[in-house]
DNA sequence: TTCATTTTTTACCGTTTCGCACAAAAAGTT
DNA sequence: AACTTTTTGTGCGAAACGGTAAAAAATGAA
């Protein structure tokens, strides 16, 4: 057994919304740009007390990234769990990333597009574990989409297919989090992901979800 | 007439040259991870030279991103130009971006991504200037897929329509860029690229290119 | 040679950066 | 009340930052 209650003075700010607050301001700023100082100023801490809680700043920047990834496949995979069809189901998912994108969701108030595909980019060839940090969020997301695609096609579509349609489907998602950045209408994005999401999926639309459509 | 020959002391660098140096800097580092004296060691001037040719840090950034706009028009453009269709003539743009993504260019040796893409993303939402630039770069490729959709379909698409095929490729264009810069695999990305523009285009097979497959 | 002009070079300025001592403060424990 | 433990606040310090002033060097013109 462990000490239920804890022995020194008490902490003044709970770790998770601390977390929540860095992670904003890397998402706005991006990683080389934003300072200790703004960290300190947008969560009322000081920068021991920072480091001491969350390490350095790159370890602050990575424990924001894989928040943000774990928030994101939570955000997504509710707002694909609604509809019936690979084709409803994938157009709702990209509405739901632009929404994130555009500051209509929860996580945050402004179109900062996806803070992974718009931060890591400009570092990862210079620290090999932001190149590794990017790969896996990519990874993260093709696997997602192709379980998607292998679940609801009720293995009428062999996985090779599958990985094939999830990665142009991220290509697209991951165009979108870049075209919100440069501050896009996010009517405009929603229009554009949905006819991408029937030119990407009605070509195998036989395979894949008649029967859900033709019920 | 201006002077032919100049008054005072000879430069010692060539300023086109000495700018595809710099670009190659911000291409690796991105913006505000490079510092002058990067650039001053890659160059072999010393900061005050650099100033008074190129001006800030920032003109310098920015006279990168156009100078790789051109670049990289140029390139695709005329990757675009052997073959006939727009399947295939996408399909050879969609290769040479991937081959000068991955260094594979006469631009830089090294998987680089798209310098536009991995860099100005990041530093968009502190400076108004930089989001404008990466609209500019993202309305030039708009309208450069849409104008070759139109001039290959001879009148078959109507321009809203060929438009929006463009920026589907687009989309898929800049999340193979992010790719890159992960380190995927060069001829996975062109096998990717390749099956994504069947699917982007060939949906609108009867109304585009028939003519050119089945002569 | 002497002067005017332009570039290079050296050196510096004020600021900002990140990480960390060090001591004060606030709690539980004895 | 005295001690232990943990966090907070102040502040340092060595380095890096972007930008520029001032001097030295290299050319053409007079």
Redesign the interface.
């Known amino acids: 057994m462990k000490t239920l209650t804890k022995r020194g003075r008490p902490r003044k700010f709970d770790e998770e919304q601390t977390l929540d607050l860095i992670m904003q301001v890397f998402w706005?700023?991006?990683?080389?740009?934003t300072s200790l100082d703004q960290i300190a100023e947008a969560t009322g801490l000081n920068r021991p007390s920072l480091y001491a809680a969350f390490g350095t700043k790159k370890d602050m920047f990575l424990k924001s990234i894989e928040r943000f990834a774990d928030r994101m496949e939570a955000h997504l995979r509710d707002a694909g769990s609604r509809a019936t069809g690979v084709n409803a189901r994938m157009k709702d998912i990209m509405a739901a990333a632009v929404d994130l994108y555009t500051g209509k969701s929860d996580l945050t108030g402004?179109a900062?597009?996806c803070l992974a595909?718009?931060?890591l980019?400009?570092?990862?060839?210079?620290d090999s574990d932001f190149?590794l940090a990017?790969?896996n969020v990519?990874l993260r997301m093709d696997t997602g989409f192709a379980r998607l695609i292998l679940r609801e096609s009720k293995g009428a579509v062999r996985e090779a297919h599958a990985k094939?349609i999830a990665?142009?489907l991220?290509?697209?998602?991951?165009?979108?989090?870049?075209?919100a950045?440069?501050?896009?209408n996010p009517e405009k994005l929603k229009r554009?992901s949905s006819?991408?999401v029937d030119?990407?999926i009605?070509?195998q639309a036989s395979a894949l979800s008649d029967d859900d459509r033709h019920p």
């Open positions: 706005q700023h991006g990683y080389s740009a402004a900062h597009g595909i718009s931060t980019p400009s570092e990862a060839l210079q190149q990017l790969g990519l094939e990665q142009h991220a290509l697209v998602l991951h165009g979108l989090s870049i075209r950045r440069a501050g896009e554009l006819s991408a030119r990407l009605s070509a």
